[in-house]
């Protein structure tokens, strides 16, 4: 059974720092390209970042450009989600989700996007 997991979600004050992880199991995402998306209540979901399965090529919105930080381990079928300065407009679920494509605009274009996570909750007080 292919599982997204997501963690590192929690409460943190404006201007604080979280890091996601999205382990992969039951699928080794080596070659695929890989990305965050969020979802606000009330909101349609958004792409956060992407990067492609070398780890060497990044996209992110432009609403996080500058503060959030896409990364990958791929000895540890893992992605990460550095969020530094955080804004309370930042407060959404967020979900990983990988591509069956390596390119990062794959997950950028939504093309392909076979596995979801359950999503973490980030919550950023004013």
């Known amino acids: 059974q292919v599982q997204l997991v997501e963690s590192g979600g929690g409460l943190v004050q404006a201007g604080g720092s979280l890091r996601l992880s999205c382990a992969a199991s039951?699928?080794?995402?080596?070659?695929?390209?890989m990305g965050w998306f969020r979802q606000a209540p009330g909101r349609e979901r958004e792409i956060v970042a992407a990067?492609?399965?070398?780890?060497?090529?990044?996209y992110y919105a432009d609403s996080v450009k500058g503060r959030f930080t896409i990364s990958r381990e791929n000895t540890k079928n893992t992605v990460y989600l550095q969020m530094n300065s955080l804004k309370p407009e930042d407060t959404a679920v967020y979900y990983c989700?990988?591509?069956?494509?390596?390119?990062?605009?794959?997950?950028?274009?939504?093309?392909?996007?076979?596995?979801w996570g359950k999503g973490t909750l980030v919550t950023v007080s004013s």
């Open positions: 039951g699928l080794t995402v080596t070659y695929n390209a």
């Open positions: 990067i492609n399965w070398k780890g060497e090529q990044t």
């Open positions: 989700a990988a591509s069956r494509y390596g390119g990062y605009f794959s997950v950028v274009n939504q093309d392909g996007m076979d596995y």
